[in-house]
């Protein structure tokens, strides 16, 4: 999980996580448009070598990158950056006991110096912490359902804890149980929260050290900015809200993943009432991406 030093010199992170499936099943999850928009920010991937793959994390925060390596349904690999500033990233799908894979997330970039290994740590914590626990949701639940995602990023001019505590006021969550129901201002909602419950030191250490998961966690009391949650209404489907800071302000990051064959209309009513949601709590201008 830390940063080693691999035989060509380039220094190297691995994210990991055993979820169930298929080798092909996995592969459609991680590995296609449509499959990875599933559990992760709208991205369009093209499914061969020397296509490209562009991931959407918000407006003007796109990560694009060209494929070099396609091995279905074993491994890709894709490249961004160019020269010295060059990060190759190796998604692995592992067959093991029974219908359960291993997905490993492989992160690798040549540096004389150790300035970004904190940077590149923090990467491994999102993978595992967050973006891993949607895929084994996905996985577990709604693996090749039809899908229609809404990502929805709002800025606020609130510290981060703050900017927190307003999103949460859209949510009522039971302690005793973690069900969840949207309040009676905010758009309907309802399901469960997914617990995150670190325990692995490595994960404990690097959400002190890199940078940015320690500046989204200053001021918090130990409460993690982000709820993973499980829906059954509108419709199932998962939810991810989190919160980031840039610099002056605060990132409000919202996105649905609705399934089933009503997951289009549900999707567009979601994305006009949690939209002037957004913008009546932060700032009037709310960017919207859907992906079916």
Not at 186 to 205: F, H, Y
Not at 275 to 292: C, D, M, R, T, Y
């Amino acid at each position: 999980m830390s940063v080693h030093i691999d035989n060509e010199g380039r220094r190297v992170v691995e994210a990991m996580v055993d979820v169930p499936g298929t080798p092909d099943e996995v592969w459609r999850a991680i590995a296609t448009s449509r499959g990875i928009s599933s559990w992760f920010v709208p991205t369009s991937l093209d499914e061969h070598t020397g296509g490209h793959t562009t991931s959407r994390f918000g407006p003007e925060m796109d990560a694009e990158s060209r494929i070099t390596v396609w091995n279905p349904p074993r491994n890709y690999t894709a490249e961004s950056g160019e020269g010295l500033a060059k990060v190759v990233t190796e998604w692995i799908v592992e067959p093991r006991n029974g219908r359960i894979c291993m997905v490993r997330v492989v992160h690798r970039w040549f540096a004389d110096t150790d300035d970004q290994d904190a940077t590149y740590e923090g990467h491994v914590y999102g993978w595992e912490v967050s973006y891993f626990r949607l895929l084994d949701l996905y996985l577990q639940h709604f693996s090749g359902m039809a899908c229609t995602a809404v990502q929805l990023t709002a800025f606020s001019d609130f510290p981060g804890p703050k900017t927190w505590r307003t999103l949460k006021q859209s949510l009522k969550i039971d302690t005793r149980n973690g069900r969840i129901h949207s309040a009676s201002t905010a758009p309907e909602l309802s399901g469960k929260v997914i617990p995150v419950n670190i325990e692995d030191p490595e994960l404990l250490r690097i959400r002190k050290t890199a940078p940015i998961i320690a500046a989204a966690r200053e001021g918090m009391d130990g409460e993690e900015p982000e709820l993973i949650l499980q829906l059954d209404r509108p419709t199932p489907g998962l939810a991810h809200m989190m919160i980031l800071p840039m610099e002056a302000q605060t990132l409000v990051s919202v996105r649905f993943h609705f399934f089933g064959s009503q997951s289009g209309s549900i999707a567009a009513t979601a994305e006009l009432d949690w939209k002037a949601w957004l913008s009546g709590h932060f700032a009037p201008e709310v960017s919207a991406q859907k992906i079916n």
